[in-house]
């Protein structure tokens, strides 16, 4: 008996999205250590927490391919592009990687609307949310560094930033926070 309730197009674009989330994970990761290494360290905390949140969001698309008796299938991770040249930069290259994901969201729930595939399309309403906050979030973020100078802002003014920035809350904890039983 067949125990898979998700038709191939679906298991397809789902795993898709699998790799896509684990992707902009390693992004988040690759640019946190950039700017680390920059010496904004609010930033790149802020960045790393967010390489965690879209990891978070990889295993629920596995997990929801799982319950509904699909298989998921775990791909090669990219590269990240070129480091970003300045802040400025790099949340504009999270902005279009954001931007990306939304495409790749609205996909999925349009093909569910159209296979009627309700429970796909349900789940998918959960990403479309987060997009939305995702965007915004990254939005915010641009208006505060364009208010700060942008790509001339002053030393001082990015330093403000980034204290400020490194102090956003989100769902997953401080990367600092998560080593702390760590002696390394």
Known sequence: METNRLSKKIENILNKQLEKEANASQVYLAYGAWADSEGY??????L???SQEER???????????????????GAIEAPSEDPKNIQDCFEKIFQYEIDNTNAIYEIVSLAQEEKDWATWNFGQWFVKEQIEEEAMVLEI????????????????????D???????????????????NPL
């Open 41 to 46: 360290g609010g930033v790149a905390n802020f």
């Open 163 to 181: 204290s400020k920035i490194g102090e956003k809350e989100d769902e997953v904890e401080l990367a600092r926070d998560s080593n702390s039983n």
């Open 48 to 50: 790393f927490r967010h």
């Open 56 to 74: 978070d969001h990889m295993t629920k698309v596995m997990g929801y391919i799982m319950e509904r008796g699909g298989r998921p299938k775990i």
């Open 142 to 161: 641009m208006d505060q560094l364009k208010i700060a100078g942008g790509p001339k802002a002053t030393s001082e003014s990015l330093y403000y930033f």
